[in-house]
């Protein structure tokens, strides 16, 4: 059959509150034409993250009754443990409430002040997190991510010549660790081939660095190296996930991504001596070493999402639901980043509303129509994210002017995309009467989750 489908039923559903494109007017307006404060009941799709967002499986809300709660111990966490391990593969298990205490935990133990973290692009967590630390945070995203149009395979690999250039120009011992986050979610979605993955471990391992895998969407970034790469067509996911690690000195992990769980996550290495570390900066700020910061139900739900993750019906279905939308929009000659990435679809808002200057954030105008249009909300990913310099307080337009349209796992059907696609077209018919927007408050840091806006 040429048609895929999901491969699910629906055993529970969640009711979604219809609105009115006069209600939308008038809520986000309120909202001072910020996304993120919208009640969440008061958006028809929500496009806003596929994190901790993601539809239990029944095998999932069966595994929770099983949670054991005990303290220390616990059955929960040795059946979580071996579900990590056996994707993984590394020695020590560090249990996290989601992926940025993992990161905090993992810099707070190898950055200094003056420490360098290269990565093909750094999450904001991650970055912050390095700096916070004392570090700076590098990316190195290969050359062909440069154009979002273009359509290469891997444009989320890291530029590693780039790399080796760097650990010459600042010595390696000041490269405390080495990230590659797969698939590339500051970078479109896009994933990291296994021969780039290969090169980094290669390359860290000549100058004795660790070389750490973000993993968040390591299962989608498997499937498309079973698709696209030479010699993976007959390889399951799990054993290509198993290969990527294989590479690698340890992992950090959200669970809220690739494991279909709520909440979680957590940090895994082949190094005891670190980990002796990790783990009693855990017990500080999580808890004890068998559940860290999160409940026996939740390690029950990432394990048994874990193995579920990787079955191929289900990635199979994902990859091409993704491509679905972003296709359609490219066929209706709407301006979209390709190829498809993994968890989302990204909108050139750019080239969507060429007579927006970026800083009247022709990401977030767009944005804002979306949802009035649709009620449909996703995120701006350009100059209100990052045009203002932390330190020198100026703005300055950032390198692209994306709106991400990150779709939850196993939650919304083909009828649900066929919607947001008419959302996007109908207000590119109205393109030309968007007008930009301008900034009236805006916090110190961070700004895009709390800024309030107008029209300029
Ligand atoms: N790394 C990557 C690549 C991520 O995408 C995220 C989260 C994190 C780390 C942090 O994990 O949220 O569990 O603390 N990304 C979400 C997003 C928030 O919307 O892309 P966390």
Redesign the pocket.
């Known amino acids: 059959m040429k048609t895929i489908i999901e491969p699910f039923r629906i055993k529970t559903v969640e009711p979604i509150k219809m609105t009115t494109v006069a209600e939308r007017r008038r809520l986000i307006e309120e909202a001072g034409f910020n996304l993120f404060k919208l009640a969440a009941e008061d958006v028809i799709i929500d496009l806003?993250?596929?994190?901790?967002t993601s539809a239990m499986s029944a095998a999932q809300w069966g595994a929770l009754m099983q949670g054991d709660e005990s303290y220390a111990g616990a059955r929960s966490w040795y059946r979580f443990e071996r579900a990590v391990r056996n994707v993984f593969g590394f020695d020590h298990v560090i249990p996290t409430h989601?992926?940025?205490?993992a990161?905090r935990i993992l810099f707070s133990v190898t950055v200094r002040p003056g420490s360098v973290v290269p990565s093909n692009a750094h999450?904001d967590?991650?970055r912050a997190n390095i700096q916070f630390a004392g570090g700076r945070a590098v990316d190195l995203p290969s050359p062909e991510a440069a154009d979002p149009a273009a359509r290469y395979p891997f444009k989320g690999n890291m530029d590693t010549a780039a790399l080796e250039r760097l650990i010459d120009e600042v010595g390696p011992e000041r490269i405390p660790v080495i990230m590659l986050?797969v698939t590339?979610?500051?970078g479109g979605g896009q994933p990291v081939s296994m021969a780039n993955v290969r090169e980094v471990s290669r390359i860290a391992r000549g100058h004795g660095i660790p070389f750490y895998i973000?993993a968040?969407?390591f299962a989608e970034n498997a499937y498309f190296i079973k698709l696209r790469e030479e010699g993976y067509a007959g390889r399951t996911p799990l054993e290509i996930a198993r290969e990527m690690f294989s590479y690698a000195d340890g992992a950090?992990m959200?669970?809220?991504?690739d494991a279909f769980a709520n909440i979680g996550?957590f940090l895994t290495t082949n190094d005891g001596e670190l980990a002796a570390r990790e783990r009693d900066l855990l017990i500080l700020t999580e808890g004890f070493p068998t559940y860290g910061g999160l409940a026996g139900r939740d390690l029950e739900a990432i394990a048994v999402g874990l193995e579920e993750v990787l079955e191929e019906d289900y990635l199979n279905y994902r990859i091409v639901s993704t491509a679905y939308v972003a296709n359609k929009l490219d066929e209706a000659g709407i301006p979209v980043m390709l190829p498809a990435g993994g968890h989302a679809v990204y909108l050139d808002a750019a080239r969507f509303l060429p007579h927006v200057p970026p800083l009247e954030y022709p990401g977030q105008a767009l944005a804002v129509e979306l949802y009035v249009e649709g009620g449909v909300r996703g995120?701006e990913i350009g100059s209100v994210m990052f045009g203002k310099d932390p330190q020198t307080g100026e703005e300055s337009p950032a390198k692209w002017e994306l709106v991400r349209l990150?779709i939850p796992r196993r939650v919304y059907t083909q009828s649900h995309m066929d919607y947001v696609v008419e959302a996007v077209w109908q207000v590119y018919q109205r393109r030309h009467e968007i007008g930009g927007m301008k900034i009236v408050s805006q916090p110190e840091y961070l700004r895009h989750f709390s800024a309030e806006f107008a029209r300029a």
Request: glycine content about 10%; charged content about 25%.
């Open positions: 806003l993250t596929d994190s901790g989601q992926g940025r205490a990161e999450f967590t991650t986050t590339n979610n500051s973000d968040c969407r950090t959200s669970a809220k991504k996550g995120v990150a």
